[in-house]
């Protein structure tokens, strides 16, 4: 596997640009807004760090995000938060109008979710930032599996994002139950089976790895409804 400064040392000659992006969210909000903006159901989330600096209680946060655009084309994205809510959106392509063009469509559903947000109560708020934990937790979930992180990890990561998912669905709120809640909690005893403290190797790893790209298409069919509830 490769980590994320391996990545930004490969592609440091391709061409860069940074857009700051000031939304008036709070600064975890904007930053989850921002990473459900971007992710993809074959993203690839290579870095995701989230601190709460334990005196000053100031927030920051960083993701490093590989995917390709809707033409097909590879990027490579980071997003950086701060506590001011200021979101820093930086793009790697082999060509900038490939990253003139993300830029925009970045812009267009970032505010369109803020409009959407904006018709948000208290309850589908608490349903959107749950939704958006389980998508980071399954990033996470996907990037230590096929890096052979310990199972004891990994199911930790995956019973708490079944958990969320059980408690969003249970409220009969967005449709019909997710079979994701099911086939996760197959996969908990899977990981039972084996010494927690060991690393986790294939087969185990790519069975979790691809189980998890499922389990995100199904995770951002669900914001998509918990945002636009019209729709359904």
Known sequence: MIDSTDYEEIIKTFPKKTKVIKLDLSPSLAFDILYHTINTPRSYCIKLDENIESTTHEYTAEALISLST??????????????????????????????????????????????????????????????????KELDRVYYYSLCGEKFRRIYFMLADSRERLYKILIKGTYGSFNPAVIEMQTY?????????????????????????????????????????????
């Open 70 to 135: 809707q033409s097909g084309e590879p990027i490579l994205v980071k997003i950086q938060g701060n506590q001011l809510g200021e979101l820093s959106l930086s793009v790697w392509s082999y060509d900038e109008q490939i990253i003139d063009k993300f830029f925009t469509i970045v812009e267009n559903r970032i505010n369109e979710s803020i409009e959407n947000i904006r018709n948000c109560d208290e309850g589908l708020l608490e349903d959107l930032r749950s939704g958006i934990t389980i998508l």
């Open 188 to 232: 908990l005893g899977m990981l039972l089976r084996h010494d927690q403290e060991s690393s986790i190797k294939e087969p185990e790893s790519m069975r979790v790895g691809l189980a998890t790209l499922k389990w995100k298409r199904w995770i951002i069919i669900l914001l998509k409804r918990i945002l636009n509830p019209e729709e359904e």
